[in-house]
């Protein structure tokens, strides 16, 4: 029997809904960007490539999100007419959990901040 000691065979991954006001698509894409570019300046092992921007799916999603076992953390935002769908996966080395759940609680109100800023 082979036995790999300190591998996961799941992915790190968590996902969140957050309640939003109404707003254009053009403003959640922007707010997206501009949330992705603000943690990557202040946290390390934030991917920034924007590999999807989907307007009529409302999609937004950086690093290959759905690629499975890549490094760093990625993001994959969902668009709603009043919610926000936020998933975040992040590996490390053999899949090690870089800490998904701090992340999305550190990126999420950067973005919920922004989608309600009133312009």
């Known amino acids: 029997m082979f036995v790999i ?9 968590i996902s969140k809904e957050y309640k939003v006001q109404t707003r254009s698509i053009e403003k959640d894409f922007q707010c997206a960007e501009e949330s992705i570019n603000f943690i990557s300046k202040t946290q ?3 991917e920034t490539k924007i590999t999807k921007k989907d307007t ?18 990625r ?14 996966k992040g590996s490390g080395l053999y899949l ?15 973005l919920i901040e922004c989608i309600n800023k009133k312009d």
């Not at 000691?5 to 991954?13: F, L, W």
């Not at 993001?75 to 975040?88: A, L």
């Not at 090690?96 to 950067?110: C, I, Q, R, T, Y």
Request: aromatic residues 16%; contains cysteine.
């Open 5 to 13: 000691s300190g591998c996961s065979v799941i992915e790190p991954h």
């Open 44 to 46: 390390q092992n934030w």
């Open 75 to 88: 993001v994959k935002i969902k668009f709603y007419d009043d919610y926000v769908r936020i998933d975040v």
């Open 56 to 73: 009529s799916a409302r999609v937004f999603q950086t690093g290959d999100y759905d690629e499975w076992n890549r490094m760093w953390f």
């Open 96 to 110: 090690s959990d870089l800490g998904v759940e701090k992340a999305l609680n550190d990126f999420a109100p950067l």
